[in-house]
């Protein structure tokens, strides 16, 4: 097994949960999987509020996810 060194801020450290002084690889890459899809989600919500998606009713939305389920079936 190989050992990587990372110097990492004490905020980040904190901001991030790491935990301990050591980490194992894979929990770190959970971790930063994790932070991305956090992020992106975030960044999905803000779009949806700018273009107005975020106002939608389950009605409105379930008529879209039917009218693109449709129109696949008819192509």
Not at 33 to 43: I, P, V
Request: proline share 0%; aromatic share 6%; net charge negative.
């Amino acid at each position: 097994m190989r050992t990587v060194q990372i110097k990492v801020s004490e905020s980040d450290f904190k901001k991030y949960n790491l935990g301990s002084e050591e980490i194992k690889f894979t929990d770190l890459v959970e971790l930063i999987s994790r932070e991305y899809a956090r992020k992106s989600l975030l960044d999905c919500n803000e779009i949806a509020k700018q273009v107005g998606l975020s106002k939608m009713t389950m009605e409105e939305i379930n008529a879209e996810i039917r009218a693109v389920r449709d129109a696949k079936t008819d192509s």
